[in-house]
């Protein structure tokens, strides 16, 4: 199913909560909409899901406009953050809830609850209360209530967020394979960077009610078209200082006081000359180097975070802190003085005054 | 409860304890006093006496009213009537208004919580003269006037104009609470059984009562407690007394020309309060619920 927003837009009073969204997401593709609380990615949802109904613009699934199809008739599935099942209702008695209410023949209702339950590993416990039941369990079950009426697009708001970090990570991988093997379209909800990167297939970044990027999580990634892209995006994330690019003929710096790094040339060349811009780079791009290598700056060691696999290292260099992976075990104490390489083929650009980059666009 | 929650040594709750005793003994007293009076001549302090002074004096005679009295027993069936159709009646009204006002947003839906506040803190009192009047124009409706078996109808002198007021004077309270308790639902479950194929209606009724039903149960038990004890509204606007409720009759013993025999008052009050102290015992658990607030379930 082919899910379609067309200029879709929230307002609640004057507040306008989802300001047009344009945005298609294929067939079976697994979505993400990711942003930070208030954005108005949930909001998005839930008009997906005929829980609000649009301001401005339609919702069309394939080819059908939805605005004003009660969620009843939509043929969704949607699990939520809280679980939300009904907690005077068995765990049989929950999945079966929506087959119920289309009057699936008795035989097909207990069938289907059985295949679903047991594919989400709740066979055991289709007898219990949600309350007698763990928050992995309740999501799985929450899982199967959604699934079981073979939706024909499956909405996530933030389903992973009330569970324990170790079960986060296995439901995650679940989920992404779930979703694979059935082929449902997806629009998954997350604040949390991690997950849209893992799970989906392509991601919807919302700032301010507004959609910033549709793009692959490669795409977001290697080259953020603003600045709120690319601090949101990666984890850890990415440092920012202001510099001043300069330079001619394909030898290009990046400047501060006390600050000298070069950049690649073309780079360099679409952030030159405009005075001052922000320069981003990710932790995994800054190195640490031999003192006095070409094109290193000095630092000091601020604070270091062992993540195990490697160190997350925070330095105070020419006046601002920045943040870079080291290999595990680099000996490195607070206050040492070293020198750091920045990846020159690394380096990105944006204007300070639109939050656009300079290298994207 | 929860035993690590006393903190403080035994020694340390001896204090309250006295201090909780002494203020409640002169209540406990009177509940005795009451007790003792009904089965006696008289009473010197708690002590049965008879008409001489001397202790004895046992007797069953203040209870003659059940046998020589018949209409107590209709009185006690109106009684019931009464508070049954006005818990009815509560119930009904201020759970579906109480989940519109928790879920709905439509205009005027503040002034309505507001206003409702302010007419609950009218005391009805004050308000006796005017549904006298309301009551007087009902009965000249036909058949909902005074048409109706039993209940006679809704106008005035009639128990159905008596309960349809009291329901009017409960409702403020009843859908508070129950918007209170509909409050507590998380909008998530609402939307799931939307998203699963319920109606507005069947989300109301299949999901979210079933878990209100402690605030159900609390605000039903109060209201036919209230309903059972209704005097002002019974009092005022059923002057037949063979249509009137229990509390009218017990004032009615208190004359002021004739010798009040408070003993027979007494076993009277008592006999009204039995089926209350048995509703209080049984749903105590229910009635805690009602300041507690909401649904304890498994989410």
Request: some cysteine; proline content about 6%.
């Amino acid at each position: 199913m082919i899910v379609t927003f067309d200029n879709l837009t929230k307002r609640f009073g004057d507040v306008v909560a989802v300001d047009t969204v344009n945005m298609q997401v294929q067939d079976g593709e697994f979505v993400a909409l990711l942003g930070p609380s208030g954005c108005g990615k949930t909001t998005t949802l839930l008009m997906a899901a005929g829980i609000y109904s649009p301001s401005g613009g339609e919702i069309r699934f394939g080819d059908k406009i939805m605005n004003n199809v009660p969620p009843k008739d939509r043929n969704i599935g949607m699990v939520f953050q809280s679980y939300a099942l009904y907690p005077h209702m068995t765990v049989y008695e929950n999945i079966v809830f929506p087959m119920k209410l289309k009057k699936v023949p008795k035989s097909t209702m207990d069938e289907r609850a059985r295949q679903v339950a047991d594919k989400m590993g709740i066979g055991d416990l289709l007898d219990r209360k949600p309350g007698q039941l763990s928050g992995g369990q309740q999501q799985r079950v929450a899982l199967g209530r959604a699934l079981v009426k073979q939706p024909d697009v499956l909405l996530f708001d933030e389903p992973l967020s009330n569970l324990d970090a170790r079960l986060r990570y296995t439901m995650r991988a679940e989920i992404k394979r779930l979703q694979f093997e059935l082929g449902i379209t997806s629009i998954y909800v997350t604040h949390d960077q991690v997950e849209a990167m893992t799970m989906a297939d392509r991601i919807a970044v919302m700032q301010d009610s507004q959609l910033q990027a549709f793009d692959t999580p490669a795409e977001l990634y290697d080259r953020p078209r603003t600045l709120f892209i690319g601090g949101f995006v990666g984890n850890p994330p990415m440092n920012f200082m202001d510099v001043e690019v300069t330079g001619q003929s394909g030898n290009f710096q990046a400047r501060r006081p006390n600050f000298n790094i070069p950049v690649a040339a073309q780079r360099g060349r679409k952030a030159s000359d405009r005075g001052e811009v922000v320069l981003g780079i990710r932790p995994e791009d800054v190195s640490i180097c031999a003192p006095d290598e070409a094109g290193c700056v000095a630092g000091e060691v601020y604070v270091v975070e062992p993540m195990g696999r490697d160190d997350l290292v925070g330095f105070l260099v020419a006046d601002t802190h920045l943040y870079a992976l080291t290999n595990a075990g680099s000996g490195l104490k607070i206050g040492d003085q070293v020198a750091l390489r920045f990846n020159p083929d690394k380096a990105q650009f944006f204007d300070p005054k639109t939050a656009r980059s300079l290298l994207w666009e | 409860m929860d035993e690590n929650m006393g903190v403080g040594k035994r020694g340390q709750e001896v204090l309250p304890m006295i201090v909780l005793t002494l203020v409640t003994i002169p209540i406990v007293v009177g509940y005795i006093w009451i007790f003792v009076s009904t089965f006696a001549q008289r009473t010197y302090g708690l002590m049965p006496v008879d008409s001489n002074g001397d202790p004895g004096g046992l007797t069953l005679a203040n209870w003659s009213f059940l046998w020589e009295d018949p209409i107590i027993w209709r009185l006690t069936l109106n009684t019931f009537v009464l508070a049954t159709l006005l818990t009815l009646g509560v119930l009904l009204v201020s759970s579906l208004a109480g989940y519109a006002l928790s879920r709905i947003s439509f205009p005027g839906r503040k002034i309505f919580l507001g206003t409702t506040l302010i007419l609950h803190a009218f005391p009805s009192v004050t308000l006796l003269i005017a549904i006298y009047f309301v009551l007087r124009w009902i009965t000249g409706v036909p058949v909902l006037g005074r048409g109706i078996p039993f209940l006679g109808g809704f106008g005035y002198n009639t128990l159905g104009g008596v309960i349809l007021v009291s329901v009017a004077l409960e409702l403020p309270l009843g859908i508070w609470l129950m918007k209170g308790f509909f409050d507590n639902i998380s909008w998530d479950i609402e939307r799931a059984a939307l998203i699963d194929g319920c109606t507005r209606f069947r989300v109301w009724w299949q999901i979210v009562m079933p878990l209100i039903r402690p605030g159900i149960a609390a605000l039903a038990i109060f209201t036919f407690i209230s309903g059972w004890n209704a005097f002002l509204i019974p009092y005022t606007f059923l002057t037949k007394e063979e249509l009137s409720t229990l509390a009218p009759y017990l004032r009615g013993l208190l004359s002021d020309t004739a010798p009040v025999s408070y003993s027979t008052v007494a076993a009277v009050g008592l006999f009204q309060l039995i089926p209350v102290i048995v509703f209080f015992i049984f749903t105590q658990e229910y009635l805690l619920n009602i300041f507690g607030g909401g649904s304890k379930g498994g989410v």
